[in-house]
């Protein structure tokens, strides 16, 4: 069932109603609060004993447990959590553990728990498991830590949520657009955390917002490599995330923005028109707007590809995750109707290595040919001669501007098309294979086609025969490739296990 509540606020003479689940009768007003609103609102509240729970569930946990309980992963470790507090554990390397909910309620970022199932995380994982009410918990298996922690910010989320869904309240009643919003901020903040649990909290009423995934580098739609869009239509399952199964996908060939800025504001652009599009025929995914994920490049070319995402999207809100420095810059250079909101970032966000970062990227394109634990995939290898495919890669090597072609920039450059001639070098690399075949057109409107379209499925070249004129791949699907036009990225992928 499920869990329900209002959280009411008072504040001397002001009254902030928040809620998780559909509420009947008409909707309280509830203005988009600026960050000093919420915290000070929240502070004072707290510290005046107004915060009032009204919960709709009658069960709650018999026993609680105190900060800092601890376990360095003992088998079959019960946890019982008092309200507002989660548990947070991180998986060690080559194990998993199991996590089952015995009694109460409780979720992992935005995603409820059924009781008495047994949940499997995987080496590296790193979960927290929030209650509003309290619950009992147990863990078994190898953990590298384990404690539960009452610090959290959660019901500072929880506000954002009841705001933005305030907004798509009043974008059904005007018959406009839903809010759209960027999360931003540095590497490891929890940017990815927050729009899972902002997704998972507009899903479970019922709305269908679209998740935009622009960090190339740890993407939780795609391989990494890619920009993509992802229509929501149920909240996150526990283990495996959301649902991928109709994404919109854009190569973009590396793994940091750096490497070709120009194109990654051109597809930045490209998904904020069909997303637009998109609205313009589907009025929930118009209301249910969209939740925008970001790379943690927030300097230099960096900052402007987030005020040039914020353009293209023509965002509503901007929520900026523990860098105030980052929150004065956009306060400054946005719209003055865009809303710059600062959050504080979970205790519990892990920094993680640069190794981390490379195995994520491994796991995920191995996700991709073989699937998750709950449903395995059994990719094909096959041959594929040189003379039935076209091999390219995107942006041509830069040179002094004096042997550049009269009247063209270095910038025109990132957006060219170069021919790759097939070699014993692509082994092991990710190629892209285009929704456009480059027969169809020529010149610039060739490039331009295949550029702006999306991709329709991943292949990893595994062994190049150059004698014989061949290369195998791997393939999620059989022969023959369901275009001819690849898209060659800097990723290489190598499957030892």
């Not at 973009?252 to 609205?279: D, H, M, W």
């Amino acid at each position: 069932m499920p869990m329900h509540f209002e959280v009411t606020l008072i504040d001397g003479s002001k009254e902030v109603v928040l809620w998780t689940g559909i509420k009947k009768g008409p909707p309280r007003k509830l203005k988009f609060p600026e960050p000093a609103e919420v915290v000070t609102a929240l502070d004072n509240a707290l510290k005046s004993n107004f915060l009032l729970f009204k919960s709709m569930s009658t069960e709650a946990p018999e026993k609680a447990a105190d900060e800092g309980q601890s376990s360095g992963g003992a088998a079959g470790a019960r946890f019982d959590l008092e309200k507002e507090t989660e548990l947070r554990f991180e998986v060690e390397a080559g194990e998993r553990v199991q996590l089952e909910l015995l009694s109460g309620l409780a979720e992992v970022f935005g995603s409820e728990l059924n009781r008495n199932k047994k949940y499997t995380f995987g080496p590296g994982s790193k979960i927290a498991v929030f209650t509003w009410q309290g619950c009992s918990l147990s863990l078994s298996g190898k953990t590298e830590v384990a404690y539960v922690s009452k610090d959290t910010p959660m019901l500072l989320y929880l506000n954002t949520h009841a705001a933005l869904e305030q907004m798509r309240r009043q974008a059904e009643r005007d018959n406009e657009r839903g809010p759209r919003v960027m999360v931003v901020g540095p590497t490891d903040v929890g940017k990815s955390t927050v729009c899972r649990l902002l997704l998972n909290y507009a899903v479970r009423l019922g709305r269908r917002p679209t998740l935009v995934e622009l960090d190339v580098g740890q993407s939780s739609v795609s391989v990494p490599g890619t920009m993509s869009a992802l229509y929501i239509e149920r909240p996150a399952d526990v283990e495996e995330g959301f649902s991928v199964q109709a994404p919109l996908v854009f190569h973009f060939g590396s793994t940091t923005p750096g490497t070709n800025i120009k194109l990654y504001n051109k597809l930045t652009s490209c998904l904020a028109e069909v997303f637009s599009q998109r609205c313009e025929v589907n009025r929930k995914a118009s209301v249910g707007g969209c939740i925008i994920n970001t790379c943690g490049w927030v300097k230099g070319s960096g900052y402007q590809a987030l005020v040039h995402c914020a353009s293209a999207f023509q965002v509503d809100v901007v929520l900026v995750l523990d860098q105030e420095r980052l929150y004065n810059e956009l306060k400054r250079d946005l719209p003055h109707f865009v809303r710059v909101v600062l959050l504080p970032k979970s205790g519990g966000v892990v920094e993680r290595s640069k190794d981390c970062r490379r195995e994520t990227r491994d796991d995920k394109i191995r996700e991709y040919f073989y699937g998750f634990r709950g449903a395995s995939f059994y990719p094909h290898a096959f041959d594929v001669r040189f003379s039935d495919v076209r091999i390219y890669k995107i942006g041509a090597p830069s040179i002094p501007d004096s042997c550049l072609p009269l009247g063209m920039s270095q910038d025109d450059t990132q957006l060219k098309l170069v021919p790759v001639s097939p070699g014993r070098d692509l082994t092991h690399h990710v190629l892209s294979v285009s929704c456009v075949d480059d027969e169809t057109e020529g010149g610039e409107s060739r490039s331009r086609g295949i550029l702006e379209s999306p991709v329709c499925g991943f292949i990893v070249v595994t062994a190049v025969d150059t004698q014989a004129q061949v290369m195998t791949v791997l393939a999620p699907a059989p022969r023959p490739l369901p275009r001819h036009t690849l898209l060659i990225m800097d990723i290489r992928f190598i499957d030892l296990k």
